[in-house]
């Protein structure tokens, strides 16, 4: 039954936070599929899925600093959420989860943002890395308006959600969006091992190495792209230690 004008509860509170997470925030309208498939899960309209995905933009630090803002009009139980599990993504991720079997969430839906892992022969440890990778890719990409931050390719196959700091690493920054960037296959290679880096100021910068290649493709698609600066995403903006970290131990200077 469609719920109108009811209060939210936690529950649905907590997995809105993880449905805003992953859609961009000039996509949180009412007749986005993703936003449509909160509120069938939530049985509310999707308007009411929308305008509280609005209201978590109100909380949102780089919106606000884009001059960006969410809806106005939030209830002390939106900030409480916001305040319990922003920054905390492996608890959102986690609950979230935990929220949806109760729920009974069917794994049969066709929105992306809430599509569950499948294949009934994967072992339950598997699926748990699936699904917090997923919350991964899909809040990375969706800061960068699905687009390659140093090309701007837009060729969803393509893209990957790249740490900055390897999850090997930093366990405890592995499902953060803030120590990521949406990248092509071809400049995640090249973030990968060190062949780029990027600067506090967000400004490429190509090994000498590179600089020496002969290629013409390869200084079309990487020498060329030295000294620009990324595409700046909707939110989740890379904390300076994680490039500094990057250009430290994995830059080829």
Known sequence: MT?????????????ALHAYCQIPFAKTKASNPDVIALANLLGRTPSSAARKLGNFGAFDPTLSQKGISGLQHV??????????????????????HKIRKRLGAS??????????????TERLG????????DFFRRSVLASYDCACCVCQCDLPPLLVASHIVPWSVDKKNRLNPENGFCL?????????????????????RVAPEVKRSRSIFVRQTIVDFDGKAVQSPRRFVPRPEFLEWHREYVFRK
């Not at 719920?3 to 997995?15: A, Q, S």
């Open 75 to 96: 209830a002390k139980a939106d900030r409480a959420i916001w305040e319990e599990y922003y920054g905390n993504w492996d608890a959102l991720v986690r609950e979230s």
């Open 184 to 204: 092509c296959l071809w400049h995640d290679g090249a973030f990968d091992i060190g062949l780029i880096t990027v600067t506090n100021a967000f400004i490429v």
């Open 3 to 15: 719920k109108y004008g009811t209060d939210w509860t936690r529950e649905e509170l907590v997995l």
């Open 126 to 133: 598997a699926t748990k890395q699936r699904m917090h990778q």
């Open 107 to 120: 794994t049969s839906e066709t929105a992306e943002t809430f599509r569950q892992p499948e294949g009934v």
